[in-house]
Structures are given as structure tokens and as C-alpha cells.
């Protein structure tokens, strides 16, 4: 199957990128604002982005390549930055106009520390969903003094049942909307037989997927 949006696997593959998402809309809030996103993969990325959009805020991202890049101006984001270059928290805060982002998602961590509070706005948050980069680093805790800044960590997995409920309940709220009215729909690059589990972690580690890889069980007949 090439890259689409349809049929059960594309549902199942939604609903993975969802449960992973919907602790870290919570943090966020509802922010109409500029919103920073740091190499978060396709397709939660193309969830983030339309959702952020849909409450009015101006996503920026960070990608490694022209390709993802463009990938993402695509999906959404109003400007694409290379993580790679120089200074590219400089280029984020020329890219917000000299304001700075309001929220940062980051899933690198501790490499990112220090770019993230540099180009954050008075009064911004960075929320840490990741640990990509590391889980030890400096802060230089006056530069986020002088931004009024908050620095939080989320995840889903060690909540309690109850705060696993409230989370659900803003799914239904803020996100459900957007799925029945079409606006986010899944980025399904293949659906492979569970028999090519290989086949499909050599393309993951080669970086050659966009979007979701799901390994189907069963006959199906998307393939």
C-alpha cells in the first residue's frame, strides 16, 4: 500500500498517533499563539500542526533535511527551520517576528535545552515529550528567569486512571471534531504482513518512511 490516508489500518495507525498525543494537548492548552515544534515525526506532527491551527496559532518546526522541511510546510507549518544550520533559535525568533515561541514541544531533551530557552517568548513553555537527545543537560536558569518561562515534562503511560479519563475527555472535546469533519486523517506510507517485520524496520532505521509503517496481522486486503 502507498502512502494514503485510508481503510482500517489507516484507523488503527490514527489511533496510535491520538494516544500518544492527547496528554501533551493537555499541557498546551489552548494557546493562539506561536507554537515551536522540535522534529516530531510526521504524522504526529501532522496532527499537532492542524489541531494548533484549527485554535488559531502559527506553527513553526524544526526538521533535518529540505525534504522533511518542505514535508512539513505542506502539512501545515508556516515556516521550517534547519535544525542543523546555525543558530537556528535565532531564525526561529526572526521567523515569530522577534516575539519568540509561546509553547515549544521538544522531543530531544537535553541537547535542546539551551536553544529552546533562547528562542522562547516572555512567558513561554517548553514542554519536554521526549528524550531524544539526551536526559542529563545545563540550564541556565537566569535566561529563563528573564523570560518568565516555565520548563514541564509530560507523558501518558504512569498517569493514574482518572487523569487517563480527563485526558480522554479532552480528546473528545478539542480533537474529535477535527476527525469527523475530515480535517486530520492518517499518514499511512505502507501496510506490510507481519511476516516482513524486517523488511520494515530496515526501511524505519533507513529513515525512508513518512508517515505511519503499520504491520498488518491477518489477511488484508490493502495490500
Given at each position: 500500500?502507498?502512502?494514503?490516508?485510508?481503510?482500517?489500518?489507516?484507523?488503527?495507525?490514527?489511533?496510535?498517533?491520538?494516544?500518544?498525543?492527547?496528554?501533551?494537548?493537555?499541557?498546551?492548552?489552548?494557546?493562539?499563539?506561536?507554537?515551536?515544534?522540535?522534529?516530531?515525526?510526521?504524522?504526529?506532527?501532522?496532527?499537532?500542526?492542524?489541531?494548533?491551527?484549527?485554535?488559531?496559532?502559527?506553527?513553526?518546526?524544526?526538521?533535518?533535511?529540505?525534504?522533511?522541511?518542505?514535508?512539513?510546510?505542506?502539512?501545515?507549518?508556516?515556516?521550517?527551520?534547519?535544525?542543523?544550520?546555525?543558530?537556528w533559535p535565532a531564525q526561529v525568533r526572526a521567523a515569530t517576528q522577534g516575539h519568540g515561541?509561546?509553547?515549544?514541544?521538544?522531543?530531544?531533551?537535553?541537547?535542546?535545552?539551551d536553544g529552546n530557552v533562547a528562542c522562547l517568548a516572555?512567558?513561554?513553555?517548553?514542554?519536554?515529550?521526549?528524550?531524544?537527545?539526551?536526559?542529563?543537560?545545563?540550564?541556565?536558569?537566569?535566561?529563563?528567569?528573564?523570560?518568565?518561562?516555565?520548563?514541564?515534562?509530560?507523558?501518558?503511560?504512569?498517569?493514574?486512571?482518572?487523569?487517563?479519563?480527563?485526558?480522554?475527555?479532552?480528546?473528545?472535546?478539542?480533537?474529535?471534531?477535527?476527525?469527523?469533519?475530515?480535517?486530520?486523517?492518517?499518514?499511512?506510507?505502507?501496510?506490510?504482513?507481519?511476516?516482513?517485520?524486517?523488511?520494515?524496520?530496515?526501511?524505519?532505521?533507513?529513515?525512508?518512511?513518512?508517515?505511519?509503517?503499520?504491520?498488518?496481522?491477518?489477511?488484508?486486503?490493502?495490500?
Open positions: 500500500m502507498s502512502a494514503g490516508t485510508g481503510g482500517e489500518a489507516g484507523r488503527e495507525g490514527l489511533f496510535v498517533s491520538l494516544k500518544n498525543l492527547v496528554a501533551t494537548l493537555l499541557a498546551i492548552g489552548k494557546t493562539r499563539a506561536e507554537l515551536l515544534v522540535n522534529e516530531l515525526e510526521e504524522e504526529k506532527f501532522r496532527l499537532m500542526s492542524l489541531w494548533a491551527k484549527a485554535i488559531g496559532a502559527r506553527v513553526v518546526v524544526t526538521a533535518g533535511s529540505d525534504a522533511k522541511r518542505e514535508r512539513c510546510r505542506q502539512l501545515g507549518a508556516e515556516a521550517a527551520i534547519d535544525y542543523r544550520g546555525e543558530d515561541a509561546d509553547v515549544i514541544l521538544d522531543i530531544v531533551g537535553a541537547r535542546y535545552l516572555v512567558g513561554g513553555r517548553i514542554v519536554v515529550i521526549g528524550l531524544q537527545g539526551g536526559t542529563r543537560g545545563e540550564l541556565d536558569l537566569a535566561a529563563l528567569l528573564m523570560r518568565r518561562g516555565t520548563l514541564m515534562a509530560t507523558s501518558l503511560r504512569a498517569r493514574p486512571a482518572e487523569q487517563k479519563a480527563a485526558i480522554c475527555a479532552g480528546l473528545v472535546a478539542d480533537v474529535w471534531p477535527l476527525l469527523g469533519s475530515g480535517r486530520i486523517l492518517p499518514v499511512i506510507d505502507q501496510v506490510l504482513p507481519l511476516e516482513q517485520v524486517r523488511r520494515a524496520h530496515e526501511q524505519l532505521a533507513a529513515g525512508s518512511v513518512t508517515g505511519k509503517l503499520v504491520l498488518q496481522v491477518g489477511p488484508s486486503s490493502d495490500r
